[in-house]
């Protein structure tokens, strides 16, 4: 199937991200959809901001950016997706929320449109299973920030057909991605890796052995890793890094996946990191 239309369902900071690179480099038509306008707006001036930087750095022209936004439709509505050719889901990572999604897009995309999910952790067999085209579900697990980072985690279900991967990995590379395919573990290969180490070092906050600035400029200094996990940790979103080591310490029944404490207390005090204005660090919103 040839893809023209890419359907995107949530604004959000992966949502917008992900419609950003569909549109350019991808070439794309995009239909930008979240449950309130106010979202698909910011959205929206989220990737006419990141054009405008492309454009002062003579990446684009102010007119091949015009060009851009116009392939862009915002939609609030997921009947939307009846035109779509392929679906990126980037929903919140809430499983009962995504399996409803997928039941809802199964019954109003055509027969044979890919539906995929940018979840972070969920098996994607699971995911499928909400539907009655498993063969044409698939894991695309982008890196945040879209736009900056490479990698596309590409995860097959039990049923993903070798056609649903390969057209899945052609829009990748289209996308100027490089697409690392990987099996149906609990958070796959990269958060089963990252999250353990975040939350080890919450864990290191909570038990005293540092404070926040130390930790991060030990592995910043230490490790040569570009930014500290507690940081890294307040960019991705404490309830996002918490729902991750549920679904890892449920899926594996291991105690070394157990979510810290402190994490879980942040998340319940609404501390979710950049997004809300504070988490490890307090940012000015």
Not at 19 to 35: E, F, M, T
Not at 257 to 266: H, T, V
């Amino acid at each position: 199937m040839k893809v023209e239309t890419l359907g995107v369902i949530g604004a959000g900071q992966m949502g917008h991200g992900i419609s950003q690179v569909a549109a350019y480099p991808g070439g794309l038509k995009i239909i930008l959809n979240d449950i309130s306008e106010e979202f698909v707006e910011k959205g929206f001036r989220n990737i006419s901001q990141n054009l405008d930087r492309s454009v002062a750095k003579s990446v684009i022209t102010a007119e091949k950016k015009e060009e851009i936004l116009k392939r862009i439709q915002k939609s609030t509505s997921l009947q939307d997706m009846e035109k779509a050719d392929f679906v990126v889901e980037a929903a919140t990572e809430k499983e009962d929320l995504k399996l409803e999604i997928f039941k809802k897009l199964d019954k109003i995309c055509r027969p044979g449109v890919v539906l995929s999910s940018n979840t972070s952790s969920i098996p994607i067999t699971r995911i499928a299973g909400a539907t009655k085209r498993p063969d044409a579900v698939i894991g695309m697990h982008f890196m945040n920030p879209v736009p900056v980072m490479k990698l596309v985690e590409i995860i097959r279900g039990l049923a993903t057909s070798s056609d649903t991967y390969q057209l899945t990995e052609n829009l990748s590379k289209q996308f100027g991605k490089v697409p690392v395919e990987c099996n149906d573990f609990p958070g796959f290969v990269a958060n089963r890796i990252l999250m353990p180490m975040i939350n080890e070092a919450v864990y290191a906050l909570y038990e005293g052995v540092a404070k926040e600035e130390a930790i991060d400029n030990i592995m910043k200094l230490g490790m040569n890793h570009p930014m500290g996990p507690l940081t890294l940790a307040d960019l991705i979103g404490l309830d996002t890094c918490l729902a991750i080591m549920e679904v890892l310490y449920k899926g594996f029944g291991d105690s070394k996946y157990r979510p810290c404490p402190l994490l879980k207390k942040y998340v319940d005090a609404g501390y979710l990191g950049k997004k809300s204005g504070r988490g490890f660090y307090v940012y000015n919103k």
